[in-house]
Structure formats: C-alpha cells, structure tokens
C-alpha cells in the first residue's frame, strides 16, 4: 500500500491550492482534514476550496454534517478510511490536507497514542458542569457513556470525571478505549507548510479582510436565520463567533473583526505548538509560492520513493 502524502500546517499557509497542485500532479484526491469544512454552510469562514478548485480535484469530507450536528474524531476517521477505500479502487492518490491536528493523530495513529489534551473551551465547559450537578452526578452520567472509565473513577474525583467527559465531547472515543485500544500507525509522508512568522500574520489579516469582502456577514446571518444554535460547536469557529457577537450587539464592528484577527493568530501559533510535538513531519517554507511549494514536495516525494 503507498504511504498517504498529508498535507499539514497552520491557518493561512495556502496548504488547499499546495495540495491541489500536488493531486493535479500525481493524478490524486484530496481527503480534507479540517473541522470547520466538515459542515456544509460553512463556506466563506472555512476557507473551503470553492467550485472551480473543486472541479480541478475532487474533495472529500467537505459538507458532510450539518453545523447542529456532533461531528467527532473518531467519525473523521470513520469516514476517511472509507474514501480511502475508494480512492484507491479507482487507482488514484490519497492526500490528505488540512490543519486539523486531532483528525490527522485520529487518522494515522488510531487510539494508540494518548488522547489529546483538553481543549480550553471545553474544559471550561465541564468545569461549569460538575460545579452545577456535582461530581457524584456526573459520574453516573459517565457510567452511561463509559462504563470501563466510572469504574475505576470515585464519584467524587472531580477532575478525573471531567477529564473522561471533554476527552469523549473531543473525539467521540471513550477515554478507556484511548487508555486500551493500539492500532498499527498507518504509513503516510507528513510534509508541514511554515513560514516566517511576520509574513503569515500579515497572511491571517489579508484573508480575514478577503473574507469579509467575499460575504462572511451574510453567511453568519443566514445561518442564525435557519435557526442553529450560537452555541453550537459548529459556530463556535473563527470568524463564526467574533460576528455572531456584532449580530447580537456585544461588540461593535472594528473589534470583532480585530479580535477575529487576533484569535486566528493565537490559533496558528497553537496549531504549530502541535504539529511541533507530532514525529516524523518535514517542514518546508510555504512563502516561495504554491506553485514552487508545490514543486519543491513533489520533488521530494520523488526521491523519496518515485511517487
């Protein structure tokens, strides 16, 4: 079986167009590995490939849950082997592409690794929730959702129990089954999008500008209008959250769209702190250009084994 080529990096390194140029070049389809994409009307704050490069190559994983759905890990997972499966049927390359860090340690190393550290938000979340029911309750609660883990928690083992519940609402996988399960990693060339670090906040700000001139306000807008919850994870997104604020009257207009700007900043430095700690990743300076970016990995993926 050829190794999966995985596209990887943080916000605005152009890793779409890069591996779009790839999969033109190695006759390829694109698994994306983002979890904003994941939902279909999230288009414009996603940065999903739009129609034309769609056209160019086929997509998958873009617009398969609706923004009040739970999409988790372990689903990502579910269905990128099954395109898999179905790209190679049809004798095409697998490249997977996209910022996601926890999809892509789902994908390519199971549940062999320990689960993924607590997410800020959803920490604070189940912190809240076990100061509002009590530890003994939201143990019995775990018990539905992970026997295994309840039984080897006290009731009154707050942090434990909190634990067990933000790592299932981040992966959709029991923490015991993180704690047991091994699955052989799956070979892939992990190729990681870098760039000065100047350069990609002046990236970042330019695309959230392109964003809103393209219509990121009506998109927020007419979401709210169909009726999803601001307080679904789905909208809970870069961009999605600073506008929902404007729309409800919390913040005014320059400081959404700064704090927008400010928090895609912290986020890209986050995703680099995790891309960091994940073995076997060859990094290569995204600011030559897609075009010589994508050049420079296919050469490289050419004497690596003639891909």
Known sequence: MQPLIVILGPTATGKTEVGILLAERMDGEIISADSSAVYRGLDIGSAKPSPEEQRRVRFHLIDVADPDEVFTAAKFRELALEAMDAIRQ???????????????????HGFSLAPPPADPEVRARWKAEVERVGAPALHERLKQIDP????????????????????YEMTGVPISQWQQHAAAEMPAIKIGLTMPRERLY???EQRVDQMIARGMLQEVQNLLQKGYNPEQPA??????RHLIGYIQGRTGWDEAVQLWKRDTRRFAKRQLTWFRKEPGIRWIDASQ?????????????????GF
């Open 90 to 108: 049809r004798g095409k390359r697998v490249l997977i592409v996209g910022g996601t860090g926890l999809y892509l340690r789902v994908l390519l």
């Open 148 to 167: 295994i883990a309840a039984a080897r928690i006290h009731p009154n083992d707050a942090m434990r129990i909190t634990r067990a519940f933000e790592v």
């Open 202 to 204: 002046q990236r970042i």
């Open 235 to 240: 909208l809970k997104g870069l961009g999605y």
């Open 289 to 305: 250009g897609s075009e010589k970016t994508a050049e420079t990995i296919h050469t490289l993926l050419m004497e690596q084994g």
